[in-house]
């Protein structure tokens, strides 16, 4: 079964500094790869979507890679700010559209 | 106008009791997907329509699950006799069109407890 890894424990990191988390996935190849963000006691939210035959996305400050030789997906969030505190959820797609979401990784910024 | 909206936000219910949890997407959204999210997880997949069909019900459970989105609008997600390992958060979520590429906008959910 397909199986989605992210840092289980939380990120803790300084205002301003680049937070990076990372996504592995195993057993499928999926064409292409969104996250999310979550905030406590709320759906998630879309930020970004990638493509197999893309190897980089920015948006903002938010920069996604997706390497399908390793089966990685990094998430990387420049100049830090305590308003980026939250979870987020790393979710290779099916062709069917039923996203496969990662138990994601928390967020902490520090003033 | 508004986004995806979920009733009701919490639900007690006592095992053995049948629920229902309603979801109204955003209009003109032809894919409505729910979730379960366990606590410190990430959501699972339950179902899937696309209009009033139901495409994909590979990650309901048990049988005693049951979703329906009759006129391709709303949805209710049904719990027959529920147990406590039905305690969750139920996501509903949809998107613009049929393929696999849309974003999806998800609702607040609705926290089942059952006691």
């Known amino acids: 079964s397909q199986k989605i890894e992210q840092n289980s424990e939380a990120l803790n990191i300084q205002e301003g500094k680049t937070a990076t988390l990372t996504c592995n996935y195993t057993?499928?190849?999926?064409?292409?790869l969104q996250w999310y963000r979550q905030d406590p006691g709320r759906g998630p939210v879309f930020l970004l979507l990638i493509r197999e035959n893309e190897k980089e996305k920015r948006k903002e400050r938010l920069k996604v890679t997706f390497d399908t030789t390793l089966k990685q997906s990094l998430f990387h969030i420049t100049a830090s700010q305590p308003a980026d505190s939250a979870t987020y959820l790393c979710?290779?797609?099916?062709?069917?559209?039923?996203?496969?979401f990662g138990t994601g990784t928390r967020l902490l910024v520090s003033p | 106008g508004a986004g995806v909206s979920q009733s009701p936000r919490y639900k007690v219910a006592k095992r053995g009791q049948d629920v229902a949890l309603r979801c109204d997407p955003i209009?003109?959204?032809?894919?409505l997907f729910w979730y379960q999210q366990a606590l410190g997880q990430g959501p699972e997949f339950l179902t899937y329509?696309?209009?009033?069909?139901?495409?994909?019900k590979s990650g309901l459970p048990s049988d005693r699950f049951f979703a329906e989105r009759p006129e391709g609008s709303v949805s209710t997600l049904k719990i027959q006799r529920t147990q406590q390992e039905d305690s969750a958060v139920y996501l509903c979520?949809?998107?613009?069109?049929?393929?696999?590429?849309?974003?999806?906008?998800f609702g607040p959910g609705t926290r089942l407890t059952v006691l």
């Open positions: 329509f696309q209009n009033e069909a139901q495409l994909d």
């Open positions: 209009s003109g959204h032809v894919s």
């Open positions: 979710a290779p797609g099916r062709p069917s559209g039923q996203l496969v």
């Open positions: 057993n499928y190849s999926p064409a292409y």
């Open positions: 979520a949809s998107s613009l069109g049929g393929t696999s590429y849309n974003e999806q906008f």
